[in-house]
């Protein structure tokens, strides 16, 4: 009896270390994916070269993940207030993945296309409220999903007119919000507010205000990607679209991966886990790796040193960067 007793206790502990939930998130390198593979563009041409988006793998810990990962190369163990707000359950944290892919594909689309001379029409209808920060004033007024349309009683055109016009605010000034909410139109009142010590940036008290708009695109663009989120693979789905639209190979016959987000003025900004994704990169043959300017650039010359690879890492500001660059070099 006393010898079943401690066989129980053992499985039952030897269950717990493999399976018991932490509250951490395990990250480690993911894939370099050919954006052709998943996205046409009508009647566009897909050459010989490669552009790849590159993914960083993430799971929830358990006690034996949390134990591999101290000691696995390029993989690391954060708490998961790192990646969910407060309040925010799994499921709302993926729905604000997806929807944060989705904006970065139609900012690419919409950015490749004028660049490229081609047909793209903008239906904006507003701002997606991600969640309201907690503690702020707007947490009193806007919810999850709410759709912000304009600002006293003025619509705006883009996501960077929005911001444009919250930013001319003084902190403390009321301003009237209509929003939609479950299908119906509402007015709610709140200040906008400091949003870092200094108190000189302003806001209104979201996180991560999304477009919600609707894209025309002449020629029509087809992207068939699941099980995957973030806004990170925006620059490179620009640049895979303006392939798909002008002549000739702009990877000239190579691979060439990156990563960075884009907005639809084509400005490339900063992701997270860079040291990661050229790992990825080095291990799919990628000669070249595309990475947002400053502190992004300088994680993945880090890694680039570890594991005493060759790949060339290009810093960038903007997709028009990454497009001179591989002019040049073809």
Partial sequence: MKSLKIGIGLLITVLLFLFVPLPYYISSPGAATSIEEFLTVVGGEKDDGELMMVTISQRR??????????????????????????GESEADYDRRQQLLMDSSQQAAIQYAYELAGKEVT???????????????LAANVLKPGDIITAIDGMSFA??????????????????????ERDGEERVVQTL???????GDRVGIGIYEPLPVQEITAVPEVDVALTNVGGPSAGMMFTLEIYDQLTPGDLANGKRI????????????????????KIVAAEEEGATVFFVPAG???????????????????????TVEDAIRYLEEMN
Avoid: C, H
């Fill in 122 to 136: 903008v239906d904006f209808e507003g701002i997606y409220v991600s969640a309201p920060i907690p503690g702020s």
């Fill in 257 to 276: 991966a990156g990563t960075g987000t884009v907005d639809e003025e084509g400005n490339v900004g900063p992701i997270g886990g860079a040291w990661q």
């Fill in 158 to 179: 883009t996501r960077t007119d929005f911001l444009n016009r919250v930013m001319e605010s003084d902190a403390g000034d009321e301003v009237e919000l209509t929003i």
């Fill in 61 to 86: 810990a358990t006690p034996f993940w949390l134990v591999e990962s101290w000691v696995t190369p390029f993989t690391e163990a954060n708490l998961s207030s790192r990646y969910l707000y407060d």
């Fill in 192 to 198: 906008i507010q400091p949003i870092d010590q200094s």
């Fill in 295 to 317: 502190s992004n650039y300088e994680e993945a010359l880090e890694s680039r040193d570890r594991l005493d690879s060759d790949i060339k890492v290009v810093p960038v500001k």
